[in-house]
């Protein structure tokens, strides 16, 4: 069974760049018709998508995020990537890395708090 | 952009019959599903497109879409269904890109 793992600071500095890696174990990321997702969540509850990319590298962007936005794929490693520049407090978060089985998330990473402070 | 609207909460008692909605322009046009998520957990999938449930799902947990309005529907709710609940779509605008409701915070009394 897949499972998803969120790593990176939780700690980022404003106007700095975050960066957060997903890996995936228990399967390979180019097996199957699947697109990776991150999604965010803010301490009021709400869930935001930030974006996604399919193994073919085709990608698909939050248009209030797209200017910020990097989702990378790195398939020697099993993992994909999130970089988000120009942070603010605002962006402070939980971050989740998902599957996305062309419409619904089936699988989902435990989440990984990111503070945006100086 | 697309919107989804859900009530903020919705209370019932164990045993009875809890309904969420999630409006939205035509809805009933897209694909809808649905995440339960608890405190401290990462949302879980209860249901996809409209009224189906993934393995391990029970079948108290059904789903419908049309017009302008999506609802979730748990029967026999138990305390364990205490939760909030998402619902979600795929927007294919000029910018494709996914929305969530706002959620819906299910008490059960």
């Known amino acids: 069974q897949v499972q998803l793992q969120e790593s990176g600071p939780g700690l980022v500095r404003p106007s700095q760049t975050l960066s957060l890696t997903c890996t995936v174990s228990?399967?390979?990321?180019?097996?199957?018709?699947?697109?990776w997702t991150w999604i965010r969540q803010f301490a009021g509850k709400g869930l935001e998508w930030i974006g996604r990319i399919y193994t073919n590298g085709s990608l698909n962007y939050n248009p209030s995020l797209k200017s910020r936005v990097t989702v990378s794929l790195d398939t020697s490693k099993n993992h994909f990537s999130l970089q988000l520049r120009t942070v603010t407090a605002a962006d402070t978060a939980v971050y989740y890395c998902?599957?996305?089985?062309?419409?619904?998330?089936?699988?989902w990473g435990r989440g990984i708090l990111v503070i945006v402070s100086s | 952009s697309y919107v989804l609207t859900q009530p903020p909460s919705v209370s019932v008692a164990p045993g009875k019959t809890a309904t969420i909605t999630c409006g939205g322009n035509n809805i009933g046009d897209k694909s809808v599903h649905w995440y339960q998520q608890k405190p401290g957990q990462a949302p879980l999938l209860v249901i996809y497109?409209?009224?189906d449930r993934p393995s391990g799902i029970p079948e108290r947990f059904s789903g419908f879409n049309s017009g302008n309005t999506a609802t979730l529907t748990i029967g026999g709710v138990e305390a364990g269904d205490e939760a909030d609940y998402y619902c979600?779509?795929?927007?294919?605008?000029?910018?494709?890109?996914?929305?969530f409701g706002g959620g819906t915070k299910l008490t059960v009394l």
């Open positions: 998902a599957r996305d089985i062309v419409g619904p998330f089936d699988t």
């Open positions: 497109y409209d009224n």
């Open positions: 228990g399967g390979s990321i180019t097996l199957g018709d699947y697109h």
């Open positions: 979600q779509v795929w927007d294919s605008g000029r910018d494709p890109h996914v929305v």
